[in-house]
Every structure is written in C-alpha cells, then in structure tokens.
C-alpha cells in the first residue's frame, strides 16, 4: 500500500524502514532490507533501523548495514528502542559512531529519557526521533496542556509535537486524517515561549533521576 501511495514522489519523502530483531543477522539484514525495497517500489531507502535489540549481537547488524550501504541500497542507518549500555556497546565497535538515530518511546508524558540518553546522544551527535509523541492520542486530552493550548491560539497536538522539537529532537507524528496531518505540519512554526515551557514543566516534570527506556 505504501509503495503504491509513493508512485511518482519518491523523491519528496524520507523513506524510513525498520529490521525485525529475529531478522537482524548479517545476511538477514541485507534480506529484510531488499524485501521491503521491493515492496515499496524503490531503490533505496534514506534511513534503515534496527526495531530493537534481540537475539543477534549487533555486530551482525552492524554488518548487514554496512553491506546496504557499500550497495547503496540505504543512505544511513540507525536503531530504535536502545537505551545508553547497549549505545555505547554499539558505538565502541569499529565503524559503529555512524549510527545517525536512535528512535525512541519520547513525549512530554515520557520524559525518562531526559535524564541520560538525550545528552548522551546529544554528545555523540545521534539525532532522537521521538516517536508516539502524542502518546497515541491519549494526552490530548490532558487538561493543563489543553491551557497552554488556548493561551497560544494551538491545538493540543501542536503544542505536543512542538515542545518535542524544542527538545532537538525529530518527531515522527502518525495519522490517516488529512485534516490532523495539516493540523500536524503547524506545530513547526509554532514557537513555544518560556512561560508556556514553565507551565509545561510543571504539569509534566521531568525526571529525578535514572529511568529504565520505555516502551509502547
Ligand atoms: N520504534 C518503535 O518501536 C515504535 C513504536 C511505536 C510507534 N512507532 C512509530 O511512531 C509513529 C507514531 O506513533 P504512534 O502511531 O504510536 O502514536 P502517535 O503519533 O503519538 O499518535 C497517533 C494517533 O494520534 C492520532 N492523531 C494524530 N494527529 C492528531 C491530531 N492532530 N488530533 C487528534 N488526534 C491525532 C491519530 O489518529 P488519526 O489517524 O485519526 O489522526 C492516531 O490515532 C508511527 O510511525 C509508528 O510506526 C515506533
């Protein structure tokens, strides 16, 4: 479905797929990697990730990414679900630092990251891609953000989506509804001022101290 939507605009998307953990050998990568290729009608991806860690070491992945990439069948790669051990581990190994993304469960109701894996990327030039960044719809209909709405003249969504970004992280939003999507594309021009940020804050601190990486 997706390769048939993409006919004719490949060029004016950031193609993004995910390997299976149970997939994630050397060769089993690569093989997951041309599947989906065919599928979606395309040559190349922009971005190939490991959904999360599994049962292959990732040395193994790590080489099914560098074959994709000498066969320039993918333009990066990154993983997802990785919490800061097993980033170090990855990075320690040779070629490893080229990771570009670690894709995690990331939202203003989900703010564990903060603590320890947002500045380690940061350090290490990983970009975060946030995603459920609404946390699947369900805190929208929380009432303290539902304020910091009405006071800017947003939506919900756009103050969500928006405070994700000013964390420097991406966010990969999803719906089936052109209406929220065009709602969606608004939170980028959306500045969110210190008191807005403050009262963010408050209705959802951040972390005091380590938290183990969730997930959805
Ligand atoms: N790496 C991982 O392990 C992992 C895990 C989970 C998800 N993800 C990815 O993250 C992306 C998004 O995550 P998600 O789908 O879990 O959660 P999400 O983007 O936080 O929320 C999606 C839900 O919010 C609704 N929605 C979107 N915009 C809205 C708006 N403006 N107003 C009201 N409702 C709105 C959508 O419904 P409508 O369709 O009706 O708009 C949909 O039900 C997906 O691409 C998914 O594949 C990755």
């Excluded at 990439?69 to 051990?85: F, H, P, Q, T």
């Excluded at 989900?110 to 719809?137: F, H, K, N």
């Amino acid at each position: 479905l997706v390769g048939e939507a993409l006919r004719g605009h490949l060029e004016e998307v950031f193609l993004v797929s995910k390997v299976l953990p149970g997939h994630a050998d050397r060769k089993g990568t690569v093989a997951a990697c041309e599947g989906s290729l065919r599928r979606l009608r395309a040559e190349r991806l922009d971005l190939y990730l490991l959904h999360w860690r599994g049962r292959w070491p990732l040395e193994e992945t790590h080489a099914g990414f560098t074959d994709l990439m000498e066969a320039e069948k993918i333009r990066y790669w990154g993983v997802s679900n990785l919490d800061v051990a097993d980033m170090v581990e990855l990075t320690a190994l040779p070629g490893g630092d080229a990771v570009v993304v670690d894709q995690v469960l990331y939202n203003l109701s989900r703010r564990g990251v903060e603590w320890d894996l947002l500045p380690w990327c940061r350090e290490a030039g990983v970009t975060v891609m946030a995603y459920s960044p609404i946390e699947q719809g369900r805190l929208l209909k929380v009432e303290a953000l539902g304020a910091v709405a009405r006071a800017l003249g947003a939506t919900p969504a756009q103050v969500a989506l928006a405070w994700v970004l000013t964390q420097g992280t991406a966010a990969i939003p999803r719906s089936g509804s052109p209406d929220h999507i065009r709602e969606i594309r608004g939170a980028v021009d959306l500045h969110l001022p210190t008191e807005a940020l403050d009262a963010l804050d408050e209705a959802f601190p951040p972390p005091g101290g380590p938290t183990p990486l969730e997930i959805l």
